[in-house]
């Protein structure tokens, strides 16, 4: 059996959590593979809004397992705050239910202190300060701390060094350092929280991947992908395609359909290059039909018509094979929807309606004529599409594949 990734196509809130849930229900296991507690996910447990950060978006459903892998960062505080908000939505997650890679590296204090410091200076691009970079900074080094690294004697050493080596970045921007006692004090609570939940041993997946249907869920998208994306407009992790075999225990010949998720017109939040944003009224009534503000940060996304010499790009990065578009229901009674190519916008007549008059699962003409051009010119089906805010909101325009094919 060889299992599906769903990732972003654009910069990250493609709303990739409904397609996710839609094969989550399927599934054995959930398994992320890269970034950290800059991802936000809302999702909707027993009525109440859960935006979850670190956690699978398998939490929704108590058959499916959860599996945080090696190529993700966790902070612990962060993830801490989401399991207690999950168990008092009545599902908790047990060390069954949720397993943290032993390779992942963990966000201390000293790597929230770093982004602040660079973000306040003069090289800020933006970040949603959440110690993503210095992270993946430290792990690059080679000096940092690994969840395995929380149950062995050298770990105070590890913080301490960790600390003395970084914390002169912190000074030079006049702020203050973070101490070693802090972060130990961090990471000894990581230690006893998490404890039940290490896996420290990845070879099930061999098995479990043989006979057990799992997705692998990406963060953010293809276009912040640090080496391929608009650099350093950036996350600081690979978030393409090949990101799912390098963050889990998947070796490529596992994995099947890549199905890339794109609004049907962009988002971005953060500094960097946006061809097609809609700094204007357009982009504000848009802003405010789709919600457009950030799930972690609270803050107001940018927003632009779709660029599809960007959404090919990301498509052949990721190996992309199949596309879903998400909320088509944002742009009803738009007059015209434009969308860019080949240095040039072409503008669509905008739709009423997602669904044509009478139907549930035929798309209106205009919409459907819309989603034609996209497919034609990226060259990749465009399988389904989110037509509004809950999870039913979702109408497929071809026939279901099977995912675990
Ligand atoms: P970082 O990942 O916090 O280092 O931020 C780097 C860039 O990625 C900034 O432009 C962020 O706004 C953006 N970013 C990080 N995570 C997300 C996300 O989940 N959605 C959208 N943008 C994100």
Excluded at 107 to 131: F, M, N, Q, S, Y
Excluded at 269 to 295: C, H, L, M, W, Y
Excluded at 301 to 310: F, H, Q, T
Aim: one cysteine or more; proline letters at 4%.
């Amino acid at each position: 059996m060889r299992h599906p990734v769903v990732l972003g196509l654009q910069y990250g809130d493609e709303g990739k959590g409904k397609i996710t849930d839609s094969l989550a229900r399927q599934s054995s296991w959930v398994i992320r593979f890269n970034g950290g507690s800059n991802a936000g996910h809302t999702l909707w447990l027993n009525g109440k809004k859960l935006v979850t950060h670190s956690v699978p978006s398998g939490v929704l459903y108590t058959h499916v397992k959860n599996y945080i892998g090696a190529g993700c960062v966790i902070d612990p505080k962060s993830l801490e705050n989401e399991l207690k908000e999950i168990a008092q939505s009545g599902s908790a997650l047990d060390k069954d239910r949720l397993k943290i890679d032993f390779r992942a590296h963990l966000t201390l204090p000293i790597h929230v202190a770093l982004d602040a410091a660079r973000e306040g200076g003069k090289k800020g691009i933006g970040t949603t300060r959440k110690g993503i970079g210095p992270t993946y900074s430290t792990k690059m080094d080679r000096v940092g701390i690994r969840v395995a690294d929380l149950f062995d004697d050298s770990l105070e050493g590890k913080v301490a060094f960790l600390c003395d080596t970084y914390n002169a970045l912190i000074v030079q921007q006049g702020l203050e350092e973070s101490s070693t006692e802090e972060n130990l004090e961090v990471a000894i609570r990581a230690r006893d929280t998490f404890r039940d939940h290490v896996a420290w041993d990845a070879t099930p997946f061999y098995d479990l991947a043989k006979d057990q249907k799992c997705v692998l869920e990406g963060a953010q998208g293809v276009l912040l992908d640090l080496d391929h994306g608009t650099y350093p407009f950036v996350t600081s992790s690979n978030t393409l395609a090949a990101a799912a075999s390098a963050g889990t225990p998947f070796p490529m010949s596992r994995l099947g359909e890549v199905i890339g998720v794109a609004k049907v017109y962009m988002t971005r939040v953060g500094s960097g290059p946006f061809e097609t944003e809609q700094d204007n009224e357009d982009g504000e009534r848009i802003r405010a039909k789709g919600g457009e503000f950030g799930a972690t940060t609270g803050r107001p996304r940018r927003v632009g018509w779709l660029n599809l010499d960007e959404l090919k790009l990301a498509v052949r990065l990721s190996d992309c094979t199949q596309i879903v578009l998400t909320k088509a229901d944002v742009l009803c009674d738009e007059p015209v929807v434009n969308v860019w190519a080949d240095g040039k916008y072409t503008e669509f007549k905008g739709w009423t309606s997602v669904y044509k008059e009478g139907s549930k699962d035929t798309l209106s003409p205009e919409l459907e004529a819309y989603v034609k051009h996209i497919e034609d010119y990226v060259g990749v089906p465009v399988m389904g599409l989110g037509t509004g805010p809950d999870r039913a909101d979702f109408v497929w325009r071809k026939e279901t594949p099977d995912f675990w094919a």
